[in-house]
T-cell receptor, first 113, second 116 residues
Framework: GENVEQHPSTLSVQEGDSAVIKCTYS??????FPWYKQELGKRPQLIID?????GEKKDQRIAVTLNKTAKHFSLHITETQPEDSAVYFC????????????FGDGTTLTVKP | DAGVIQSPRHEVTEMGQEVTLRCKPI?????LFWYRQTMMRGLELLIY????????DSGMPEDRFSAKMPNASFSTLKIQPSEPRDSAVYFC??????????????FGSGTRLTVV
């Protein structure tokens, strides 16, 4: 089955710096890659996603890139703010898994003011 | 849309008691997922349904856990008998699949279960 590895497990940056979280996946048939943000004590929420026919997608300060050949995708957050502090999960989904996403283990991002 | 609705938000129960968690997915979503989250094990998929039919229950820890989805707007996760190691936050999530492809999950607010 699909396996998703996420790095780093923890990341600390100064406010205003950029943050990058990377994920690799094993199933070349995976075609949908969402990212979720989970603030302390709250639910995971979808913040951005990318499909396999697209190499990059941006939404204000966040962007996601996908390299299908290398089977990895990354989340980029620019001009980080304290409210970006949260746990971020990547996920991969393939048609063969019939709707089930495989999640990474999460990255705890801390933005220091 | 009120989103995915879970109840109760918090549940404290004694070991050995039956616990029932409830979930109402977003109307029109055809997938429903039950996850458990702990610090030690992270986010674990317990079971998921497609059009009310259980597709994969391999994540259900043991026979003490059961889940049902009697209709498109309601699902339950039951633990009987409950044990202290079942203490966790249980999330329900729903999602939609269209011709254009899959879409991300919408999670409920979760149920924080404490078994003493």
């Amino acid at each position: 089955g699909e396996n998703v590895e996420q790095h780093p497990s923890t990341l600390s940056v100064q406010e205003g710096d950029s943050a990058v979280i990377k994920c690799t996946y094993s199933d070349s048939a995976s075609n949908y890659f969402p990212w979720y943000k989970q603030e302390l004590g709250k639910r995971p929420q979808l913040i951005i996603d990318i499909r396999s026919n697209v190499g990059e997608k941006k939404d204000q300060r966040i962007a996601v890139t996908l390299n299908k050949t290398a089977k990895h995708f990354s989340l980029h957050i620019t001009e980080t703010q304290p409210e970006d502090s949260a746990v971020y999960f990547c996920a991969a989904l393939t048609n063969t898994n019939a709707g089930k996403s495989t999640f990474g283990d999460g990255t705890t991002l801390t933005v220091k003011p | 849309d009120a989103g995915v609705i879970q109840s109760p938000r918090h549940e404290v129960t004694e070991m050995g008691q039956e616990v029932t968690l409830r979930c109402k997915p977003i109307s029109g979503h055809d997938y429903l997922f039950w996850y458990r989250q702990t610090m030690m094990r992270g986010l674990e998929l317990l079971i998921y349904f497609n059009n009310n039919v259980p597709i994969d229950d391999s994540g259900m820890p043991e026979d003490r856990f059961s889940a049902k989805m009697p209709n498109a707007s309601f699902s339950t996760l039951k633990i009987q008998p409950s044990e202290p190691r079942d203490s966790a936050v249980y999330f329900c999530a729903s999602s939609l699949v269209l011709v254009s492809g899959y879409y991300g999950y919408t999670f409920g607010s979760g149920t924080r279960l404490t078994v003493v």
